[in-house]
């Protein structure tokens, strides 16, 4: 197997190589936003390279170049205030780069198996008689990330109908471990309280909305479903990846508090609120289960444990 990673140098994508080089015998061609040299974890079998895959022509260039049997297409803009702050720049980045993909693949009359990567964020907020979310529910997305994940999504269904192309679509549910931006929930608070224990900053940790429930994943497990889906998933279907659990912020929080070697105040940040923010999501990945045999592993505990000790490093 030839696969190509798009995103391969990020949180997700660094996990996934790292599994990928430990669990199969694949080679794997991965593509970086160009602002970074990317590096790769096995000069054998990965080849890395910079690419927009807002350019059409570009991107066409690496899929004649590597032709792969698999792509699993990662590259996004993900995270929500951004999109927040400037709408278009995500849905152009996330709609157009996975446009030029699926029809560079066409151009060249290839085939790869290929998932593209929603978000749990699609189905936006549910009613309680609704949980756990299942990939039949209707898809409701609340900001502007959300509605490009949408598109994405029906994106590859429709050229899986239109094309007859083996496209899966993946909704994993929010993932966390250790390689994630502090930008996100979990480690902006591990990196808060690393600080304080260090003395470089005050005891006090600032936080968001503590009461919205989400569906934690980590990472590790996520790349895992993902391994599995591309080789037993069947093409045109939708797979939540999610662990069934709603844990609320103010759990993350009580942990990190329980883990730390120091005091610390918690103190509410208005500016750290989303302008929406669904109250409790999550899912079942009882289909993906059924047809791949994925289970999650890594006990919640223990992802925070690793992303407190990764800051603290």
Known sequence: MHLLITGATGFVGT????????????????????????????????HLLTLDLRAAE?????????????????????????????????LENNIRGQINLLEGCRALDIAP???????????????????????????????????????QDVMGYQYYISYGMPI???????????????????PAFASQIAAIEAGRQEP??????????????DARDVVRAYHLALERGTPGTAYNVASGTPRPIQSIVDLLLDLARVDIRVEIDPARYRPADVPVLYG????LQRDTGWQPEIAF?????????????
């Open 58 to 90: 570009a991107t066409r260039a690496v899929l004649e170049a590597h032709r792969p049997d698999g792509i699993i297409h990662l590259a996004a803009q993900s995270h929500v205030p951004t999109a927040y702050q400037d709408p278009w720049a995500t």
């Open 168 to 186: 899966l679509r993946m909704r994993p549910f929010n993932h966390i471990g250790p390689g994630q931006s502090p930008r996100f929930v979990l």
């Open 301 to 313: 505990e223990q992802t925070m444990a690793d992303v407190l000790e990764e800051w603290r490093r």
């Open 284 to 287: 079942s990945a009882a289909r």
């Open 113 to 151: 198996r290929v998932l593209v990567i929603g978000s749990g964020e699609e189905y936006g907020r549910a009613d309680a008689s609704e949980l756990p979310l299942v990939e039949a529910h209707p898809l409701r997305p609340e900001n502007p990330y959300s509605v490009s994940k949408v598109a």
């Open 15 to 46: 996990h996934l190589r790292r599994y990928l080089l430990a669990a199969t015998d694949w080679t794997i061609t991965g593509t970086a936003f160009p602002d970074v040299p990317p590096v790769p974890l096995d000069a054998e079998r990965e």
């Open 204 to 217: 006090v940790l600032r936080v968001g909305n503590l009461e919205a429930a989400r569906d934690f994943t």
